[in-house]
């Protein structure tokens, strides 16, 4: 197992809390880890001393930090994995690509750190102003309160805190009280880098007591935050003037066009679909098929998620593990129950053995159905039929989601007209709604969220602009 301290750090320091988190194997339930959980006045005293920490690292350090970190990620790989797959109930496979992304993460804000910078602005065109110059200078915000949800451990850690040390920020993290072993391993890593005391402060807890002295705190500055609507909301309802930027809920929809390539897209469903148990907000949830092609979608896909392999996530070959808990698969069980009920039909999966649900497809989607508008955030796809682009439009933005949404088409008007019509914060073309190459700038609309995050973009929102004018007056002699 990795050396992990306490899994609280306070002011530099991995102490002890009043408290211990139990953390669980999704899959066995053994108890695996018991990080520390802090009392009110070491929560106060973290952002204290994250307060006191903002500034204090130059952009060179910050880079440097940053590398050095992820190389130890990348030498710790193994127990990382192993822990991974225990604290989330995913498979190696997920794991290892949720490691890799956060490698390649900390090295874009590296590269961030090293070129963030300002601009000169044009104030000659004011009168008076023909010989002043004037510049802007990028600022750390301040204390960033980081909170993040149980899906992504290490990579939805790592695109909040990179970003916001490499715009020379401190963070007070809290991570999911499902899985903070990720979030520890990340800062771990970043204090044997060399991370400066007091630049990073962990607070393992739940959200409702820790999450919420720190997202009320008036110290924090800004708060990025990624999770449920409900939450979202709340923490934007009692943050004060603290900038936020959130990461919500969704129900992504893919749309298959009649000249979609098929061969290319039903894996790339099927993996987006199901991968994590179907727990990725940009997860393909709602399947638009062209009615043109529906019948050959239905049945082809149907025999490919048939025999997507489930259950123990440690199992070769095993795609598809556990839900978080067992309360997760059974709401997964009624959202099936419900959409068959509306007049979906079930063509596989859908049955439930403790927090696994067999990988479950459905077709004739109602409107009415709860899948049509909830998150299911489970591992079900339910396919509806379109019979044009209006359709289809319509169908993509009947939620109050807006996240992601992806369409296979070969006809690139009909592609870019799609994109340009529906309401979400991206569309990708010839992939699904989960296609998300880090360096992208990705957020949502609607409910959705607010705000975007990949490194470049991230970076710049964590920091402020300052600027600066200089009247100058040519010497007189000139
Ligand atoms: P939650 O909203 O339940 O929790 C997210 C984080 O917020 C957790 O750390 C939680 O703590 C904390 N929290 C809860 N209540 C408060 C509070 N009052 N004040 C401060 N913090 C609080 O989300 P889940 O962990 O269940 O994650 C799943 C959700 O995340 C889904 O809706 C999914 O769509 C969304 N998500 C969105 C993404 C995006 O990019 N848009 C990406 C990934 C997930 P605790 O764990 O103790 O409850």
């Known amino acids: 197992m990795l050396d992990q301290g306490t899994g609280l750090l306070v002011d530099g320091a991995w102490v002890k809390g009043p408290d211990r988190l139990p953390v669980a194997d999704k899959y066995t339930g053994d108890v695996i880890a018991e990080p520390h959980v802090p009392g009110p006045d070491q929560v106060d005293a973290a952002i204290a001393s994250a307060a006191r920490s903002v500034g204090r690292l130059p952009c060179a350090r910050r880079a440097l930090v940053l590398r050095r970190a992820a190389r130890l990620l990348d030498e710790w790989r193994d127990p990382i994995l192993a822990q991974y797959v225990a604290e989330t109930g995913f498979t190696p496979a997920d794991a290892a690509t949720e ?59 790592a695109h909040k805190l990179a970003p916001a040390l490499a715009a020379g ?75 936020t930027h959130l990461e919500l809920g969704a129900n992504s929809p893919t749309l298959l066009w009649r000249d979609a390539d098929l061969d290319h897209a039903l894996p790339l469903i099927v993996r987006a679909g199901y991968r994590k148990a179907g727990q990725v907000c940009t997860s393909v949830q709602r399947l638009l098929v062209h009615e043109a092609i529906i019948e050959e979608v239905t049945g082809r896909l149907a025999d490919l998620v048939a025999s997507v392999p489930y259950g123990d996530p440690r199992a070769p070959g095993n795609q598809v593990g556990p839900l978080i808990g067992a309360a997760a698969a059974a709401r997964a069980e009624q959202l099936v129950a419900d959409a068959v009920g509306h007049g979906s039909r079930l063509l596989t999966g859908g049955s439930r053995s403790g927090s696994v649900i067999a990988p479950a497809l459905l077709s004739g989607l109602s409107e009415r159905a709860r899948l049509a508008s909830e998150e299911a955030f489970a591992p079900l796809v339910a396919i509806a039929a379109v019979g044009g682009l209006d359709e289809a439009v319509c169908l993509a933005d009947a939620t109050r989601y807006g996240l992601q949404a992806g369409v296979f088409c070969q006809d690139l008007d009909v592609a870019l007209a799609f994109a340009r019509r529906v309401a979400t914060g991206g569309v990708v073309v010839n992939d699904t709604s989960s296609c998300h190459p880090d360096p992208m700038p990705y957020g949502g609309v609607k409910d959705s969220g607010q705000g975007v995050e990949g490194p470049a973009y991230a970076v710049r929102d964590m920091s402020d602009s300052r600027t600066v004018l200089i009247r100058h007056r040519p010497p007189r002699s000139a």
Request: net charge neutral.
């Open 99 to 157: 490691l890799d992304r956060t490698l390649l993460v900390f090295e874009l804000c590296a590269q961030e750190a090293l070129r963030l910078t300002g601009e000169t602005v044009p104030v000659q065109a004011a009168p008076g102003h023909e010989d002043s110059l004037c510049l802007t200078l990028r600022t750390p915000v301040g204390v960033v309160a980081a909170v993040t949800p149980f899906n992504a451990p290490l990579s939805t850690v």
């Open 169 to 243: 920020n401190a963070v007070v993290l809290k991570p999911a009280e499902q899985t903070p072993l990720g979030a520890i391993t990340l800062v771990w890593a970043l204090v044997e880098a060399g991370l400066p005391d007091g630049l990073v402060q962990l607070l393992p807890g739940s959200g409702g007591t820790v999450g919420e002295q720190v997202v009320r705190h008036p110290a924090v500055r800004y708060i990025t935050f990624t999770g449920s609507t409900a939450v979202g909301r709340h923490i934007r309802a009692v943050s004060g003037l603290a900038r």
